[in-house]
């Protein structure tokens, strides 16, 4: 289909952040149905660089009877409200201070690759899951035996396991996807299991040990660690220095030590820089590095 030159000249008018008319309006939208992928592409950076502002009139059109204008259009507002919840999560990581609501630091994370997801809703089923857990798990048993009942709970009868078969697999750091597929890296499965552990108020931190990550319950009559990657297994601290001594690190307390909120939430997000520089997508790692600075600050 030929390019009506009049409506490409309406397109590549509009640069400014002035309001959009309605007939300029009318052009972008006639123009997002054309065959043509460089006019489609004209129009959806000009759409853009309105900013926000351009999404409002846009979502009266994701419902359109006209299947490539849904689908194109649906697109765009995507990409505004990624922008949106990219901002929201770099505001947050700008926040002081090392401790904050960890929950709700890797929410607003997985909102930047799934903006539409229903937190609430994923909320609803991790206290399901804490309910069911606390039917199960008698608070006055010996540390042991009350981690051996949660551990049956969480990989048992949740179905919770590390990603050994695709271990740099993004999805396995977007907290939304780790409860969907109930597959992540260490340090993600250690966050599910956490905030279970303290929805029933249960001592358990995480621990940032070098190239792994596992949890802590520690009480006034014993102190556990739980490799969580390799199915809750039980160890003493003397199993974990003998792992930093292997690993040719000189055993230091500082591996030792809790980590808070913030370190949790910066080591995510340098786990997937990482990944994304390994699968040689440079927008996304980009995007990652912005929040490394943000939280390292």
Known sequence: MPINDELMSAASA?????????????????????????????????ILAHGPQAAHWLRTHRLSDDPLLRRRTQAIIRIFERQENDNRFLGFCLNPGQDFDLEKGAWLLAQTRYPTINVEAYRALLDQFAVAMAEKIDPSQRPKQLLVAFNQCFFGDFGFAGNEEDYYDPENSYLNRVIDRRKANPINLCLVYILLAHRLRLPVTGIGLPGHFVCRYQCSEAELYIDVFNHGKLLAKADCIQ???????????????????????????????????HHDQADEATRFQRYLVALTK
Not at 16 to 41: G, I, M, R
Request: hydrophobic letters at 45%.
């Open 243 to 277: 792992y930093l001594l292997q690993s040719n690190h000189n055993h230091t307390e500082e591996f030792l030590v809790p980590v808070n909120p913030r370190r949790i939430l910066l080591r995510i997000c340098g786990n997937l820089h990482q990944v994304y520089l």
């Open 14 to 46: 509009i640069t400014s952040p002035l309001l959009l008319s309605e007939a300029q309006k009318a052009a972008l939208l006639k123009l997002l149905t054309d065959e043509d992928p460089a006019v489609v592409a004209q129009v959806r950076t000009s």
